[in-house]
Each structure stands twice: as C-alpha cells, then as structure tokens.
C-alpha cells in the first residue's frame, strides 16, 4: 500500500508491505471506502461495520438490532472518524448514552473503544524503495515480511514501483485490459501482469523491467501517455484476429484466443509503423500470429523468443523475420516444417491450446454452418440457445460402453462445433443415422462424407484419421490465403 504522505518530487517511495487484502480490509473499515490504487471504479463496496461496546462483535450495520435503546452497537467508522478528528466529547457521550443504568459497564466501554481505537496506532514495517533499489533486495524485503504469504514477482514490484509515481498507475492499466465489443458485451480480458508486460515492450522495445525502471523513473508521462495508443493497437490486433480469423474471445468457457503473448510482438510491429498497414501486411503478420500459436512459440522461454523476435523487428527484418525465426528455431532451417500436418489436430479437449483453437478458427473463417439450423457459425448472440457448443461427432456414451479410451474419445477430431440447441437434438445420435438427414451442412465440417463405411463405429479410427487430414488440408489452405509464400504440403 502506498503512502499518501510523501514529499514532493521525490525520487523514493514508502510502501507498506503487508498482505493487500489485509490492510485493503483495514483502510475499507476506517473510511468506508477501498484506496484507490486497487479499486477498479469509484464505487463504494464495503459496507458500514459496527462494534458491540460489550461483546466486542464486529457486524454489518443492522438498524433493527443495532439502534435499539441499549444496543450498545456504535459505528467503527464513526468512533474511528471521531477519534482522527480529535472529537473525544462524542466518544465520551457514548458513555452516558448507553451506562445511565449501568454504570460499572463504563470501564469495560472505555477499555474495548480503546483497544478498537489502537488499530490506528499500530505501526507497520515500511521500507523506503528508491530508483536505484535492485529488484532482488525489494523482493528479499518483501519475503521477509510476508513470510509463508504470497511469493511476490516482478511484476508487482513493477506495479508497486509505478503507483509510487503515479497514482491513477493501477486505475488505468485495469481500463485496458477489458475489450469490449461493439454490443457493450465483454469480449477480452487480460491480467495485470500482461498489461505491464506488454507497455514495457511497447514504451521500451524489451521485455525485461529494468528497462522500464529507468524510463518509468525518468519520465512518468511517458509511460502514461503511452497507454492509450498502447490500447488502440492492441484493440486492432484483436479486431483484425476476430473478424478475419474468428477467434474472438478468451474468458471462461470460450477461450478460444491462443498464445495472447504473441500480441505484445503484434502490438510493437504497430508501433513501428505508427499503426499504419497494408492489408498485405495485416494478411502475413496473421499468419505469423496463427504459426507462433502452432509452435507454442511464447510458451517456454518467454523473455528469451519474445527478446529476439523484438530485437528483429528493431532491425527492420519485419514479418518475413519473424517467420524466419520460427523456422530456424524450430524447424531446424526447413520452411516445409511452416506447413500444418494432420497430427496437429490429435489434441484432446477445449483446453488444448493450439489444437481446439485452430478447429474454432477454421470452423469460424470458413463460415462453417450449423447441422440442423443451417445457418453460419457465430458466436454472436441470435438467441440463447445459439451460443457455440463441442459437439462429439460420434458420441461419447457409446465409445465408452466400445472401451474407447478417454484420449480416443474427447479427441479433436471428433469435435465439431454447433449450436447448443442442435447439440441437444443430435443428442447421442450414432453418425450413420442423423448424417444422413444433414449431409449438407455436416460436410461444412471437414467431415467425410463420401466413404459412408467410414459412419460406423468400427471405424471410428480410420474416421479420425481422415477428418484429421481433411483439417490438416483446410488450415494449410488459410495459411496459404493470409501468405502465399506459405509451402505446399508434400
């Protein structure tokens, strides 16, 4: 918690270095109200607390059980709001308000009004941070402090650091991390820590925060100045990867968007060009975007890949370097390891990163239409009952009773998504007797329809194998239509 009583343009910051929630919790009681350094909008969202002279019980303000004659309940805010206003007679009063018949419970009022009243007295651990303060002593400090409570990162040394400048620091990071479509509906969602990380590479063309530091330490208005523009690029990435692609949310339940670090290289190649593309240039860094998902690219060393992709974009090699470095990182030099094979869709489950969101993407670009209502495949809202749904193209009851493996059955391959309603009128259908009825709409799906041996169970193997390669051929064919450099499959 930062301190409010600092001299002005200093270079050093007190910070109070105790658990958030606790001393959040304390300042909320004192003055009804959390600091404004953690709070997202400028609602009030703790209640009034109330102190039982007697008991000692603390309780959310109740006005038939606490303003009763004699209920002996007072308002913590307010003794609290007496006692920093130096208004002693009120606290006195309290006395002869609830002891006119009971005047040896007088001590015992005194006695509990002073121990509440002694939480203002207490004096926390501080430790002054300056601009020159390593990271590694601030994160020793707080460790010794916080002993057996959270581990504390760079991140929130960086956050810590940045209110200690700047108040409003926390306030407007939070405003950029929610997208929202133009419905009002809430789209996007990112965390604090990839905010930062991602102005940091945006204000200073690195990844590492002793960079920012210094600027941060520098020129604070800088830093702010930066975050608007920040957001607009970042709003252009997800609207391009939306619209073109159709990955279009990562919230709960539908997060659909892989590899949200890749947008911190898409964010700064914007930069680079003052957020002015060509089409031909939004085509190739998608497709760019779709390979770094593909080869989980950020996944493991994240400050080493995403340090080099920046150095390259800082020396002007662009997209095509960018591309580059995926080939020579992970396909040993070879272009033809860019194309994508049917055992990239062997992943099991809505969770597997690159393999559920390359089905989404392609089901979403490709207009895919619903089984039974024949309609696009959209994520937008035509009714309740038409948000996208995992259907199990073969369904799972009946592989399981087959003594199918997990992994064989909630594979991706047996995926297709369709609206929630259709799901629920396929039901468990076997596939030999409800594709018929949708032969149309089901061959939208990459699903094979001319070999109908192939909708029986004992083949649910060599269907899988197909379905597999008839994706595997879809998404080369995107690939290939965002950059036409991008190989031929062998």
């Given amino acids: 918690m930062r301190s409010d009583i600092l001299p002005e343009k200093t270079n050093e910051v007190t910070l109070i270095l105790d658990g958030q929630q606790r001393m959040t919790s304390i300042y909320g009681i004192i003055y009804g109200t959390q600091p404004k350094q953690f709070c997202k909008d400028a609602a009030n969202v703790f209640p009034d607390f109330w102190f039982n002279l007697y008991t000692e019980k603390i309780e959310i303000y109740n006005k038939t059980k606490m303003e009763t004659p004699q209920s002996r309940w007072v308002s913590i805010r307010q003794i609290l709001g007496w006692w920093m206003n130096h208004d002693i007679e009120n606290i006195y009063a309290l006395y002869n308000k609830y002891s006119d018949s009971e005047k040896y419970d007088t001590p015992i009022y005194h006695k509990n009004i002073k121990q509440l009243i002694s939480i203002l007295e207490y004096e926390f651990p501080t430790y002054t941070i300056g601009k020159d303060t390593e990271l590694t002593d601030v994160i020793a ?14 991140a929130d040394i960086a956050i810590a650091k940045l209110c200690g400048k700047w108040d409003d620091a926390r306030r407007e990071l939070l405003k950029i991390c929610t997208y929202n479509d133009t419905t009002g509906a809430e789209r996007y969602k990112f965390g604090l820590d990839t905010m930062l990380r991602m102005v940091t590479i945006f204000t200073t063309g690195q990844p590492r925060y002793n960079k920012y530091f210094d600027i941060m330490s520098e020129n604070i208005t800088e830093y702010a100045n930066a975050l608007p523009i920040c957001q607009k690029y970042l709003r252009n990435c997800l609207d391009s990867i939306s619209q073109t692609l159709g990955l279009d949310s990562n919230l709960p339940g539908n997060n659909v968007l892989a590899s949200p670090a890749s947008l911190m290289t898409m964010v700064y190649y914007l930069k680079l060009h003052q957020g002015s593309i060509t ?22 060393s994240f400050i080493l890949n995403i340090a080099t992709d920046i150095k390259t974009l800082n020396e002007n090699k662009g997209i095509d370097g960018l591309i580059d470095n995926l080939i020579k990182d992970y396909h040993g030099g070879n272009k033809q390891g860019l194309v994508v094979k049917a055992n990239d869709f062997t992943g099991q489950g809505m969770t597997t990163s690159h393999s559920y969101s390359l089905l989404y993407m392609l089901t979403r670009h490709y207009k895919s239409k619903d089984f039974v209502k024949g309609y696009d495949i959209q994520n937008a809202v035509i009714s309740p009952n038409a948000r996208i749904e995992v259907h199990h193209i073969f369904p799972q009851s009946i592989l399981r009773s087959l003594e199918y493996k997990r992994e ?3 594979t991706i391959a ?7 309603e259709t799901n629920k009128v396929i039901s468990n259908k076997a596939p030999k007797d409800y594709f018929p009825e949708y032969i149309e709409t089901i061959s939208t799906h990459w699903i094979p329809i001319s070999d109908e041996t192939l909708w029986e169970y004992e083949n649910y193997e060599r269907f899988l194998t197909v379905r597999r390669e008839l994706l595997a051929e879809a998404a080369n064919e995107l690939l290939h239509s965002l950059n036409p450099e991008h190989p031929k499959s062998l």
Avoid: H
């Fill in 414 to 420: 047996n995926y297709a998504l369709i609206t929630s």
């Fill in 408 to 410: 064989q059955i909630d």
């Fill in 141 to 154: 400090i707080f460790d010794r402090v916080n002993t057996g409570g959270k581990s504390l990162n760079e």
């Fill in 279 to 300: 089409a031909t240039e939004w085509s190739k860094l998608l497709y760019w975007y779709i390979q770094s998902f593909l080869m989980c690219r950020y996944s493991n």
